[in-house]
C-alpha cells in the first residue's frame, strides 16, 4: 500500500518532496527507502533541489543496503547530474557491493 501511494506522488504537488524525503529518513523498511529514491527522482527530474540532492547523496553513501544505494545514484542522476559525478565516483572507488560499483561507474560513462 506504501509503495503504491509513493508511486502516485508527482512534481505538481509542492510538499511531495519533503513527504519522500521525510520518508527516506525514517522508513525502517529498505524497500520502501528504495522505492522512495525512486519517487524522489521522478518527481525532482532536473530540479536541483538542494534538499532532493542532499537526502539522495546520504542514501546512495550511507545506507546499509546496497539496492537502496543503487535507487539513490539513479535518482540523483535524474535530479542534478552534476552534483551526482562526485557521488558516482566515490561509489565506484568505494562501494562495498561490486553490484553498486559496476552501476556507479555506467551512470558515469552516462555523464
Do not use: C, Y
Not at 33 to 52: F, I, K, Y
Amino acid at each position: 500500500m506504501r509503495r503504491a501511494a509513493l508511486a502516485t506522488f508527482d512534481a505538481s504537488d509542492p510538499e511531495s518532496a519533503a513527504a519522500v524525503i521525510a520518508l527516506l529518513e525514517v522508513e525502517p523498511d529498505w524497500a520502501l527507502r528504495a522505492q522512495a529514491a525512486v519517487t524522489l527522482g521522478r518527481v525532482a527530474a532536473g530540479s536541483e533541489n538542494a534538499q532532493v540532492v542532499a537526502a539522495l547523496q546520504k542514501r546512495a553513501s550511507k545506507d546499509a543496503f546496497a539496492l537502496v544505494r543503487e535507487a539513490a545514484l539513479e535518482a540523483l542522476v535524474l535530479v542534478d547530474p552534476t552534483a551526482a559525478k562526485r557521488v558516482l565516483q566515490v561509489s565506484h572507488d568505494s562501494d562495498p557491493e561490486p553490484r553498486v560499483k559496476a552501476r556507479a561507474q555506467a551512470l558515469l560513462q552516462r555523464l
